[in-house]
């Protein structure tokens, strides 16, 4: 019986290795990369070879941890030559010329939070997918504005009734995603609309979309974290009435008259949002006759 016990050990001893190794060997099989993942977003572009000038701005930004996969995200791309032609109407002979918080306004425009398909961004679902044809038909691409990592820097601004200066902290920036379920939607004429809106653009988003300014040259790349899209152009930042309407000489009588009148106020639900540790409080103003003639 001592023998037989013995025997029985020294068997699971010999063979326990091969059980192991086994067992290691399914394991690494199960976690191992998957062939179809061609690396993160920034692997993705940078084998292409044709984004350099995208790709060094996007790290001069300090976007590229983000991009090299430390978040999911959604990326509009230029290549090359788009990213020279942004370059050099206005202005610059080098990325490194581009003041550092107007860069990452602009490419922060490019970063999407989350990750998009293209379905998604045709016809982005507040409700999710679990929804009937109906329900999926209702409003279609009307739910069009992306938030993206693109937001102005902390300003200082006067809250117009006790007089006291603000620091503001400025909401990130949407971008618009214009998809042809949109215009189906409006029943409006897709291109001869979004042209007027960007003359110097063309509308290419026939089965697809437009992002902004931009066509979409290459929909849906895959990557480990998220989707990658090539456009044709930089997509420039909007801005908001308040500041389009500051700018403009066309409206500066306007802009005299309504942006003093001191109807500002602050939104208390961002109030605590924006609270800081130390006691230190921040704002969110609205223009509230902005507000009403939106």
């Known amino acids: 019986m001592k023998n037989m016990t013995f025997t029985t050990v020294l068997l699971c001893i010999l063979f326990m290795p091969f059980f192991i190794s086994s067992c290691t060997d399914k394991i690494d099989e199960h976690y191992e990369e998957p062939e179809w993942l061609k690396g993160s977003a920034w692997e993705v572009l940078e084998d292409r070879g044709n984004y350099s000038l995208f790709l060094?701005?996007?790290?001069?930004?300090?976007?590229?941890?983000?991009?090299?996969?430390?978040?999911?995200?959604?990326?509009?791309?230029?290549?090359?030559?788009?990213?020279?032609?942004?370059?050099?109407?206005?202005?610059?002979?080098?990325i490194s010329e581009i003041n550092l918080d107007e860069l990452k306004k602009v490419i922060g425009f490019h970063l999407l939070y989350y990750s998009y398909n293209k379905n998604k961004l045709v016809n982005f679902r507040p409700e999710g997918d679990l929804i009937t044809d109906e329900e999926m038909n209702k409003n279609a691409g009307l739910y069009y504005k992306f938030r993206t990592r693109s937001s102005n820097v902390p300003t200082m601004e006067v809250e117009a009734s006790t007089g006291k200066r603000r620091m503001v902290y400025h909401l990130d920036r949407f971008i618009p995603v214009f998809s042809y379920r949109f215009w189906d939607t409006k029943k409006l004429d897709a291109a001869s609309n979004y042209t007027y809106f960007y003359p110097n653009s063309t509308w290419k988003g026939t089965g697809g979309f437009n992002v902004s300014n931009a066509a979409v040259s290459e929909y849906e790349i895959l990557a480990d974290n998220g989707y990658v899209y090539i456009v044709d152009q930089v997509i420039e930042p909007l801005e908001t009435i308040y500041t389009q309407l500051e700018s403009n000489e066309n409206y500066s009588i306007f802009s005299t008259y309504i942006m003093k009148i001191p109807l500002i106020r602050m939104t208390l639900p961002y109030l605590k949002i924006l609270e800081q540790p130390w006691g230190q409080i921040h704002f969110l103003f609205i223009h509230m006759v902005l507000l009403c003639l939106l």
């Open 56 to 94: 060094q701005a996007v790290e001069l930004a300090g976007f590229k941890p983000i991009m090299e996969g430390k978040s999911i995200l959604t990326v509009m791309a230029p290549d090359d030559t788009a990213f020279s032609a942004y370059l050099e109407k206005h202005g610059y002979s080098d």
